[in-house]
């Protein structure tokens, strides 16, 4: 018993030591590299998610773009905080007219054959 008892510690007294020449040569490196692997793993999600954020931003900003462009003649008119505290009914004024009209046409263009054909009414 005495002897794989000698043989454990003999074992770890050569990695404790072995360990200890390596923080002793090294220095503060070891920890910063400790510090820098951690700050990697916090980092490495957000990052991965922020890279996936940016590039949704890009493409809804293009098509934002696009509906801005469409509603241009329209009276859609997009009103600050401050000016609905004040003025509610300008929320009216955000409705997009043509985008409003094209979906008001096509709902009533797929209900009614399907009331047609589904015999509801």
Known sequence: MLKRLKEKCS???WKTLAMLIVILVAGPEVM???ELMALVELLGASTFVLLYVAGVKVF???VVNKFKTFESYSILFIPTLESLKQMPFLTLHAIPERSTSILFIGFVTLTM???YLLKIV
């Open 60 to 62: 809804f900003a293009n």
């Open 32 to 34: 910063i590299s400790m």
């Open 113 to 115: 054959p399907l009331i």
């Open 11 to 13: 074992k770890s007294v």
